[in-house]
């Protein structure tokens, strides 16, 4: 059974036009992370969210933000997607921050801007 | 500050042979320590992690690693590699209260 979900999978969007991408989890983990991976390259880190407290990654922009509206939901917008935005977006969560535990990932959500 | 290196951006492999993915990593404390496998168009799955309870990790799918204090090392290792073994591999620290570091990543072609 899927425990973190993303949907879409594929996302096309148009060059400047706002695009929200949601992930959602039954695993109930406090933290929620969000990851840009650009081809062949390692994830990066945009943000977190650590139960309610955001935590955005110093070199995130600002046209990346993030929503989580409860335990078990979490967005992504990208207020004005540029052709550079092109990626895939992974979701993940862990039960708590750091430590020992592990993190749980989406199969993540390709993003095309055209 | 935290961070991972992995030497070998591409390994290849014969099937049957010795799989060797090097990772060597940069902290202050103790870290923790993960190696994930990212088959395309797919998210990240966790392979193994080190919590300090032994320094010999085993796996899914037969992997293991070992940490090297000595050597700031946690390579990742599969006495004979499988067709199905290919597919990109990443290592992963967290020091506790931040959250996970990649590393840049080995890409592992198996050679029939």
């Known amino acids: 059974d899927a425990m973190v979900i993303q949907n879409p999978r594929y996302q096309v969007t148009q060059f400047g036009k706002p695009v929200t991408l949601s992930c959602s989890q039954t695993l109930n983990h406090n933290v929620m992370y969000w990851y840009q991976q650009k081809s062949s390259q390692a994830p990066k880190l945009l943000f977190h969210?650590?139960?309610?407290?955001?935590?955005n990654e110093a070199d995130t922009p600002d046209n990346f933000q993030s929503r989580r509206p409860n335990t078990s939901f979490c967005f992504l917008d990208i207020r004005s997607p540029g052709l550079g935005d092109a990626a895939m977006y992974l979701c993940?969560?862990?039960?708590?921050?750091?430590?020992?535990?592990?993190?749980?990932f989406g199969q993540g959500t390709r993003l095309t801007v055209v | 500050a935290q961070s991972v290196t992995q030497l070998g951006s591409h390994v290849s492999v014969s099937e049957g042979a010795l799989v060797l993915l090097r990772c060597n990593y940069s902290?202050?404390?103790?870290?923790?320590l993960f190696w994930y496998v990212q088959y395309p168009n797919q998210g990240l799955q966790l392979l193994l992690k080190y919590t300090s309870a032994a320094t010999l990790v085993k796996g899914i799918n037969g992997f293991e690693a070992e940490f090297k204090k000595s050597e700031t090392s946690f390579h990742l290792t599969k006495p004979s590699a499988h067709m199905s073994d290919a597919a990109e591999y990443f290592c992963?620290?967290?020091?506790?209260?931040?959250?996970?570091?990649f590393g840049t990543g080995t890409s592992l072609t198996v050679i029939p």
């Open positions: 992963a620290v967290s020091e506790p209260g931040n959250q996970f570091y």
């Open positions: 902290s202050s404390v103790p870290p923790y």
């Open positions: 969210y650590y139960d309610k407290d955001f935590n």
């Open positions: 993940a969560t862990s039960r708590d921050r750091g430590k020992d535990t592990e993190a749980f």
